[in-house]
């Protein structure tokens, strides 16, 4: 498969990129800056340096040409305003949405956040962060061309992945590492009888063949 994934160089999509590659898939990674060309390349991955927050849909249609799925893995990061959460959580994924759409990719794959909500209420920078990111999740899933999945994991940690993950319409509050969620998103890439669901992810008991298997219906 060809997989082209946006926020290429995010700490998720670093190690998206290294288990894609090592499987034998063709990853691109879509970043804002040349000199993080580098750090793709180690994971395996093409990088294609394109702002996703100054493109345009046909600009990013044609980097997702010939491509079997994309990831939009992209976020404005810790310590940014709230401007960027609109323009980067929010208006960066239907970007990609759209372009996906334009580029006949029909297999999609949004990272969100547990509690994303275009409903939720409040001023402080999470609190548009999560709306933000409720409001792209709402729009992905009015787009009837695409055959996606949304992701939302936990508390995000940097300790090594163990494989074993609860992943459900919900699951419950709590803790995940970026490695295991890596692993999800490998599975539910191949795993195309998720399409329509949306997925938290907390660790838990369950190796995630299993676990992504069990949502599927398989």
Do not use: C
Request: proline share 4%.
């Amino acid at each position: 498969m060809r997989i082209v994934i946006a926020g290429g160089h995010g700490q998720i999509a670093l190690r998206l990129e290294r288990l894609l590659s090592a499987r034998g898939d063709e990853v691109a990674g879509i970043i804002r800056k040349a000199e993080q060309s580098d750090g793709l390349r180690a994971a395996g991955a093409e990088p294609v340096v394109l702002d996703l927050e100054s493109a345009s849909v046909e600009e990013v249609a044609e980097r997702l040409r010939g491509a079997d799925a994309a990831v939009f893995a992209a976020g404005a990061g810790p310590g940014s305003g709230t401007a960027r959460k609109n323009t980067v959580d929010k208006g960066a994924a239907v970007l990609f949405a759209d372009a996906a759409v334009q580029a006949g990719v029909r297999r999609f794959v949004i990272v969100s956040s547990m509690g994303a909500d275009p409903d939720h209420r409040g001023d402080e920078v999470f609190d548009v962060y999560q709306r933000a990111k409720g409001e792209a999740d709402a729009y992905v899933q009015g787009l009837e061309s695409l055959d996606w999945t949304i992701l939302r994991p936990g508390a995000l940690t940097d300790d090594a992945g163990t494989g074993l993950v609860r992943l459900e319409a919900h699951a419950g509050r709590g803790p995940v590492p970026r490695a295991d969620v890596a692993a999800v998103l490998a599975e539910l890439l191949d795993t195309p009888a998720t399409s329509g669901l949306v997925l938290e992810l907390i660790s838990g008991s369950a190796p995630v063949a299993v676990a992504v298997k069990a949502v599927a219906g398989n």
